[in-house]
Nanobody
Framework: QVQLVESGGGLVQAGDSLRLSCKAS????????MGWFRQAPGKEREFVAA????????DYADSVKGRFTISRDTAKDTGFLQMNSLKPEDTAVYYC????????????????WGQGTQVTVSS
C-alpha cells in the first residue's frame, strides 16, 4: 500500500494561489494514478484532478479547469496541485489519493488516502 502525506494548505485571500504537495512512500506509485479530492463542511467529497503517474495524462473537474494544475515529480515520488485564482468556494480539506485507473479515481475509488490539508479562501 502507498502512504500519502499532503502539505501546503493554508489561509489565503480570493485570487491568491497555493501549491499542495503529496509525498508518496511505501509501494511504488509508478503503476498508479494520483488524484486530488476535496470536502467542504457539510458537503460530500468531490473529485478535483488526477494524473497518470507514468503517462502524465491529466483530468480535471469542470469547476477547477483553467485554474488548477496537477503535476508530479516521479523522481521524488511527489504529486502537486497548483491552485490559482482561488475562490471562497474552493475552501475545503484537500486529500490526495492513489488508484488503479483514471476511471476508478474519477468515481472516488482509491486504494490509499492522505490525511488531508485544509485550504481556506477568504473573500
Amino acid at each position: 500500500q502507498v502512504q500519502l502525506v499532503e502539505s501546503g494548505g493554508g489561509l489565503v485571500q480570493a485570487g491568491d494561489s497555493l501549491r499542495l504537495s503529496c509525498k508518496a512512500s511505501g509501494r511504488t506509485v509508478s503503476s498508479y494514478v494520483m488524484g486530488w479530492f476535496r470536502q467542504a463542511p457539510g458537503k460530500e467529497r468531490e473529485f478535483v484532478a488526477a494524473i497518470g503517474w507514468h503517462t502524465g495524462i491529466t483530468d480535471y473537474a469542470d469547476s477547477v479547469k483553467g485554474r488548477f494544475t496537477i503535476s508530479r515529480d516521479t523522481a521524488k515520488d511527489t504529486g502537486f496541485l497548483q491552485m490559482n485564482s482561488l475562490k471562497p468556494e474552493d475552501t475545503a480539506v484537500y486529500y490526495c489519493a492513489t488508484s488503479s485507473s483514471m476511471l476508478a479515481i474519477r468515481r472516488g475509488s482509491a486504494g490509499s488516502w492522505g490525511q488531508g490539508t485544509q485550504v481556506t479562501v477568504s473573500s
